[in-house]
T-cell receptor
């Protein structure tokens, strides 16, 4: 079982360009999340989705948007990248917002120059 | 505000025991998680505590005291492969996870 797949694994992006990080899960989990991880800081929630068709803002949503058209896919879009968005991005899923542990994708390392 | 505190880095010897502490202040409590993260990899689930007491799982144990806002992860019989970061996270009243910055554990032979 693949679990959660993220793409790309790494990307260098010019400031001002747009970028979509893809995330697909095959566990039929209801809840999905996007986090960023920066050195010295805990994982910070960008956006989440408790079920297909719904999304919510996390702790650091500015500059990012998400959609949840179906259960399996949860893409994260940077409309106009800035250097402060240089980070490692993790997609995660769980059986429900109030239940169970998170399963993480392998991460996408994004560098904005 | 909500806050999770854990030591930045710890060093221990192969074969020994190490305890990684985590203190938290959150709006509500719906469980505490420990995750392991090797360098360059994704976090993986280790343990979950929602009631006070000790949960044992092989070489790893996790303890929770809700009244003290305190948890620890105990690793026994340390192996070199245990070198990793250990992340403490608490689910708040909205069922959102609040994460600590992680404790980098260095195992020396």
């Amino acid at each position: 079982t693949a679990g959660i797949t993220q793409a790309p694994t790494s990307q260098i992006l010019a400031a001002g360009r747009s970028m979509t990080l893809r995330c697909t899960q095959d566990m039929r989990h209801n809840a999905m999340y996007w986090y960023r991880q920066d050195l010295g800081l805990g994982l910070r929630l960008i956006h989440y989705s408790n079920t297909a068709g719904t999304t919510g803002k996390g702790e650091v949503p500015d500059g990012y948007s998400v959609s949840r058209a179906n259960t399996d896919d949860f893409p994260l879009t940077l409309a106009s990248a800035v250097p402060s968005q240089t980070s490692v991005y993790f997609c995660a899923s769980s059986g429900g917002a109030s239940t169970g542990e998170l399963f993480f994708g392998e991460g996408s390392r994004l560098t904005v120059l | 505000g909500q806050n999770i505190d854990q030591p930045t880095e710890m060093t221990a010897t192969e074969g020994a025991i190490v305890q990684i502490n985590c203190t938290y202040q959150t709006s509500g409590f719906n469980g505490l998680f420990w995750y392991q993260q090797h360098a360059g990899e994704a976090p993986t689930f280790l343990s979950y505590n929602v009631l006070d007491g000790l949960e044992e799982k092989g070489r790893f144990s996790s303890f929770l005291s809700r009244s003290k806002g305190y948890s620890y992860l105990l690793l026994k019989e340390l192996q070199m492969k245990d070198s990793a970061s250990y992340l403490c996270a608490v689910k708040d009243s909205n069922y959102q996870l609040i994460w600590g910055a992680g404790t980098k554990l260095i195992i020396k032979p």
